[in-house]
């Protein structure tokens, strides 16, 4: 009973991020990656909201997608607040479950492994080996975060295979919005975890809070992307077109996918 409760005192996680400790707070560990934490919980119901229609349409297992957004944001919280191990295998393996979630139900069928025929065996599948690797997340912690970004790269390459023959205008600004949000976020994630003595030496420790921000950012338009491309592949009769929120003529806010036809042309087996 001791080891649990141990892994739920503060600072028993061997990571520590490169802001300042207990600066503003004595009950928080670490003040601004705590409350960039809350990012999360303002864009998740947004996106929730944005998606519906397409979700409704499509199947709304895609709202898993960022009710557990909302749960990665909480349990970001929780582990900058107290640098605790519980806190941090908390965060670290609701990112690993929003990933699975977004495998599960996007994954372009054409690249489905051969011996899988449908969508249902797939998802299995996918959550079989994430129930897996929760269990083997706990051997070496450390390793989690890069197993994770590894993922990211992996996405970013399907993303990439499925936009070659993209020709819609909004869909490829989309793609390289998502890239350069992502991109960015990585560099603030690298720079905080290997280049701290040089920012805290400008005095600037914000960089792993700044990655919040921006990697809630990249994923709602790396999402909205995948959904549309998604949509295009799988409710082709609803025409699904991309739109942002809440000013379409600038290209600016939330992207979302807007069905203009709701009739089902195609001839149902």
């Known amino acids: 009973a001791a080891g649990i409760t141990d892994g739920f005192a503060y600072e028993s996680s061997e990571i520590d991020w490169c ?23 303002i864009i998740s119901p947004i996106m929730l909201y944005l998606l519906h ?25 929780y ?12 965060d670290e393996l609701s990112i690993l479950w929003v990933l699975a979630i977004g495998y599960a139900v996007w994954f372009p069928r054409k690249l489905f492994p051969s011996f899988i025929k449908d969508r249902s065996t797939f998802s299995k599948l996918v959550l079989l080996i994430t129930a897996v690797t929760t269990v083997s997340s706990f051997v070496k912690p ?11 790269l992996h996405l970013l390459y399907i993303l990439a295979l499925e936009m070659r023959c993209c020709t819609d205008q909004k869909a490829l600004g989309l793609a390289k919005l998502s890239v350069a949000l992502w991109v960015l976020a990585i560099v603030c994630w690298i720079s905080d975890r290997f280049g701290c003595s040089f920012w805290q030496r400008l005095n600037f420790c914000y960089l792993h809070g ?49 069905l203009k036809s709701m009739t089902k042309t195609q001839k149902r087996c």
Not at 79 to 90: C, K
Not at 142 to 152: H, P, R, S, V
Not at 238 to 245: A, E, H, I, M
């Open 79 to 90: 582990f900058h607040m107290t640098l605790s191990f519980v806190g941090q295998m908390l």
């Open 142 to 152: 450390t390793a989690n975060a890069y197993a994770l970004n590894c993922f990211g």
């Open 19 to 41: 802001e300042d400790n207990y600066k503003h707070s004595e009950h928080v560990v670490e003040y601004f990656n705590t409350m960039s934490s809350f990012f999360f919980f």
């Open 210 to 258: 700044i990655w919040h921000i921006l990697i809630v950012m990249a994923v709602a338009y790396g999402s909205t992307l995948i959904a549309y491309l998604d949509a295009n592949n799988e409710i082709p009769y609803s025409l699904p077109g991309l739109q942002y929120w809440p000013c379409d003529k600038w290209a600016v806010g939330f992207p979302h996918i807007v």
């Open 53 to 77: 229609p397409y979700a409704k349409e499509r199947s709304l297992a895609i709202h898993l997608v960022w009710i557990m957004m909302i749960f990665v944001g909480l349990f970001s919280a």
